[in-house]
C-alpha cells in the first residue's frame, strides 16, 4: 500500500496524517483508516492541539482563545476587569480552583482627575505637563528635578513652582545641611562653618574665645588665661595666653630667658640665662691713668688726680693755676681743662677781673677807675 508517498507492506499500520487519533493498516493493497481510541476530557477548558491526540491538559480555550499554562487572559466585553489564568487546562482564578475570574485590583492613582481609557480596566492619570524631562498628571504636585527646594505643580498643561516655604527656626544660629531645603536646629551655622550639636569650638576668628553650640544656638566667652609669675611674659604661636619663657635656676635664683646678671658669687663675672642654661664670663676692665687707683667691686677705679701741685678729688673741677682763664676736672684719675666761658657784657668800658671782663668798674686809657669814680677831663 501506499500513503501520503510512503509504501506499506500488507499488514502493516501506522497512525493517519490527517488525524493524530486515527490509525490506518494496510490489507490486501488497500488502506484502512479507523479512530484509535477515544480520549477521557479531565479539564473545563482543554483543547487538543492539531498535531497532539489524548495529551494532557495544558492548554485552554477561553472565549474562543487558546490559552498556555499560567498565561492570565482579560475577558472582553462589558466584564473587562476581571482576569482568567489557564492551569492545567482548567480557567481558575488565582488558587481557587473554579472557573470564574475575579476583579483586578487597580492601583491608586497619583492625579487628582485619572481617565479610563478604552479597552484597559484601571483608570490613569493623563499625561499633561512635561518639565524637565519628566511627565506629570493634571493636579499632580512634585518636587522639582533641579531644585529640591521648590514645590511645583502641574495645571492646564503648564508647570508653576515656588519655593518650599520653612518654619521660622526656634534658635540663633540654624544650619542648612547638603541635601535639605530647611535650616536645622540640630545643628550650627558659625562664621561659614557647620558644628554639630554640644561641640565645643575655638572662634574661627579670635582663638582667645571658647564656644559651644547648643540646639542651633552658638555661645563664645573669653578665654580665662592662668596668672603667670615671670616678669616678661611672652606670647605662643597657637595660643591664646602668653606663657613665661624658660628659665635658668643659678645659685638659688631664677632668671628669665635672654635676662643679663653679676655672678652673685663672683662681682667680676657677667652671666646671661639662655635655653635652661647659664653662661658666664669674666668682665674686661678698661685701663686707669692714675698711679694709685682703688679697687672696687671688681675692676680698679681712680677715685683722685694728682695736677701739679693739686689734689682733685674724682669728679671735682677747679681753676687751672698756670691759666686763670680755664678749668680743669678729674675724671676717673684723668685731668680735662677747658677755657672758661665768659658771659657777655653790657657795659662800654668793662674792667679785667681775672680772666672775664665785668662791669662793676671802668678802665680808661689803661687806668681803672671804682664804680662812681669820677673821671677827669685831663683822663678822658
Known sequence: CEDEGVTYQDGDSWPSSKSPCDICVCRGGKVECRARQQCPRSCSHGVVLPDECCSDCTNCIIEGRVVSEGQMLMLNGLDSCRQCICQAGNAVCREDGS?????????????????????????????????????????ESFERPSDQC???????????????????????????????????????????????????????????????????????????????????????????????????????????????????????????????SVQCKMRMCPPVDCANPDIGDCCPVCSACTYGTLLIQDGESVPDPEDPCKTCECIRGSVRCRSVSCAPVLCSNPAQDGCCPVCGDCQVRGRRYGNGEVVTNGDR
Not at 569650638?201 to 563664645?220: I, K, L, R, S
Open 150 to 276: 521648590q514645590s511645583c505643580i502641574c495645571k492646564d498643561e503648564s508647570v508653576s513652582c515656588k519655593p518650599v516655604e520653612c518654619g521660622m527656626a526656634r534658635c540663633s544660629h540654624p544650619a542648612r545641611l547638603p541635601g535639605q531645603c530647611c535650616p536645622t536646629c540640630d545643628f550650627c551655622s558659625f562664621e561659614r562653618r557647620i558644628f554639630r550639636n554640644q561641640q565645643l569650638f575655638v572662634h574661627p576668628q579670635d582663638m582667645c574665645q571658647q564656644c559651644a553650640c547648643e540646639f542651633g544656638t552658638v555661645t563664645c566667652d573669653q578665654t580665662a588665661c592662668p596668672v603667670l609669675t615671670c616678669s616678661q611674659p611672652m606670647p605662643m604661636a597657637g595660643s591664646c595666653c602668653p606663657v613665661c619663657p624658660k628659665q635658668c635656676t643659678f645659685h638659688g635664683l631664677k632668671y628669665d630667658d635672654g635676662e643679663t646678671f653679676v655672678n652673685p658669687r663672683d662681682m667680676c663675672e657677667d652671666c646671661i640665662c639662655r635655653q635652661d
Open 99 to 139: 472557573v470564574t475570574c475575579e476583579a483586578i485590583r487597580c492601583p491608586e492613582p497619583r492625579c487628582n482627575n485619572p481617565i479610563s481609557l478604552p479597552g484597559e480596566c484601571c483608570p490613569v492619570c493623563a499625561t499633561t505637563c512635561t518639565f524637565e524631562g519628566g511627565d506629570y498628571s493634571e493636579g
